[in-house]
């Protein structure tokens, strides 16, 4: 059971990515959220997206950022336009319930299965 974040790069201003989060040996089915972490210590909450597709964006996420699913890949995907230096970040995914055999850590303020994060470079 294990989460992998991926699509992270080293871009510059106004440019895109788009980041994915994907499940293995479990299925997402509850809702499913992106973080990013900077500095190894603020976490700030992008986007959540509910099982019957509805979305959430913090304020500061609107706008530039889509959370999207594709449920056949088991994928979360965000999408990330026009990017800016302050959006550099680990960016992480994870799911509001974790599923069973997955190896819990702390991390943002919860306690949950976490990916290793994909890095974000803007400049």
């Known amino acids: 059971v294990q989460l992998v974040e991926s699509g992270g790069g080293s871009v510059q201003p106004g440019g895109s990515l788009r980041l994915s989060c994907t499940g293995s040996?479990?299925?997402?089915?509850?809702?499913v959220e992106w973080f990013r972490q900077v500095d190894g210590h603020t976490c700030e909450l992008a986007s959540r997206?509910?099982?019957?597709?509805?979305?959430y964006y913090t304020d500061s996420f609107k706008g530039r950022f889509t959370i999207s699913q594709d449920n056949a890949k088991n994928t979360v995907f965000l999408q990330v336009d026009n990017l800016k230096p302050e959006d550099t970040a680990v960016y992480y995914c994870?799911?509001?319930?974790?599923?069973?055999?997955?190896?819990?850590?702390?991390?943002?303020?919860?306690?949950?299965?976490w990916g290793q994060g994909t890095q974000v470079t803007v400049s």
């Open positions: 994870t799911p509001k319930d974790t599923p069973a055999g997955a190896r819990m850590r702390p991390m943002c303020g919860g306690f949950g299965i």
């Open positions: 040996g479990f299925i997402f089915v509850s809702a």
């Open positions: 997206i509910n099982p019957d597709g509805t979305t």
